[in-house]
């Protein structure tokens, strides 16, 4: 393969400035995608520009007030510094980072990349678990602006849910935290029903079980959770009484999948759980559905219920371990590319 090759390492994105008019715009270009809201153009149009964001936006501004520091966004300096982490580590491998909602976008960091000299692409979504409205919307987006043509060799990383160095990684960041006997919840994003039912072949008949029956898509969201959860779980050497998976940050009154993480919680306090630790393995740097929803929100629900012992891991961030993992990962995959062990593919 000739040429050299960029690393483009992506992330969900974040507000501008944690006001009601920035965080409104963030909104509109999150929701209005219909990877996220699925459903005929003019419903979506009508539900977010009418009824979301209008009533949203000023909440959720006053939540991100409460995060926001003096560097601006969690979630937008803790990808910066692994980025600037990972050139520190291996000066030769160019990396770079986009957000597919707000700033830097994937345009802006494609031209860059292009202007750089760059003619091969790899590209790492900060998303363990694949879902469409993280990886498939972000290969769509890449795909309309042209990075497949534009690029000799386009490598996309679909998930890395089952993966060593991010196994490895997060049962790390959990043992520094935990000890038996609290419980521990992985907690992860929640997604609707729907985006399992309609785009994963054979997953209809366990969306609403606890664990994924691992019958239907690879792909599919739930059942990378659940792997994920136990791949963990078996490293800290945990037997299934001491380990619950649950979803967060439910929106609107679509069913999502279950269980929630507030009603987990309840639920475990209700059986005489007093000591909990939670950890949210699929967001990979924090952000306002750890810092605000699971350390604020949660922590209030089970201090409510009557629990007594709260712990929450950090996610990986830039911790140290997690970017010497990644790098070698990251390196690994570029080898392969420099092998010719890859083509250039379209998005699924």
């Known amino acids: 393969m000739s040429g050299s090759t960029a690393v483009l390492i992506l992330n969900l994105g974040t507000p501008d400035a944690p006001t009601p ?33 209008p009533f949203r936006k000023s909440k959720s501004a006053n939540l991100y007030q409460k995060i926001w520091s003096p560097r601006g966004s969690p979630l937008a300096f803790h990808t910066e510094d692994l980025i600037n982490d990972l050139r520190m580590d291996d000066d030769t491998r160019p990396v770079y980072s986009a957000f597919r909602y707000g700033h830097p976008s994937f345009a802006e960091v494609l031209d860059q990349i292009e202007r750089d000299g760059h003619e091969n692409l790899l590209i790492l ?25 534009r690029f000799k060799n386009v ?12 196994l490895d990684s997060v049962t790390k960041m959990i043992r520094e935290k935990f000890s038996p006997p609290s419980h521990l919840v ?28 691992k019958t239907g898509d690879a792909l599919c969201y739930k059942r990378q959770c659940t792997e ?9 050497g945990l037997e299934a009484k001491d380990w619950s998976l649950s979803f967060q940050s439910r929106l609107g009154r679509a069913r999502w999948l279950m269980p ?9 306090v209700q059986k005489g759980v007093k000591d909990l630790t939670l950890v949210a393995p699929g967001f990979s740097a924090d952000c306002l559905e750890t810092l605000e929803e699971m350390d604020v929100e949660l922590h ?19 911790e140290p371990h997690w970017v010497d993992q990644l790098g070698h990962y990251l390196n690994r995959q570029l080898k392969e590319m420099n092998d010719g062990k890859t083509s250039p593919q379209p998005p699924l």
């Not at 985006?195 to 994924?212: A, E, L």
Request: proline share 4%; glycine share 6%; net charge neutral.
């Open 300 to 318: 209030e629900v089970f201090k409510a219920a009557g629990g007594q012992k709260w712990t929450r891991v950090m996610c990986l961030n830039s």
């Open 21 to 53: 008019r920035a965080v409104g715009r963030y909104l509109k270009e999150f929701l209005l995608d219909p990877e996220v809201i699925n459903g005929p153009w003019l419903l979506r149009q009508f539900l977010v520009r009418v009824l979301i964001v």
């Open 186 to 213: 992985f907690s992860f994003h929640g997604i609707p029903e729907a985006h399992v039912t309609d785009n994963h072949q054979g997953c209809g008949t366990c969306v609403q079980s606890v664990m994924c029956q």
């Open 125 to 149: 979504p900060l998303y363990p678990q694949y879902a469409t409205s993280t990886q498939r919307t972000s290969k769509t987006e890449l795909e309309r602006l042209g990075a497949w043509t």
């Open 260 to 268: 929630s993480t507030t009603d987990k919680i309840g639920e475990l």
């Open 228 to 236: 994920t959860a136990e791949a963990v779980a078996q490293r800290l």
């Open 155 to 166: 490598r996309f990383i679909d998930s890395y849910h089952d993966q060593e160095f991010y």
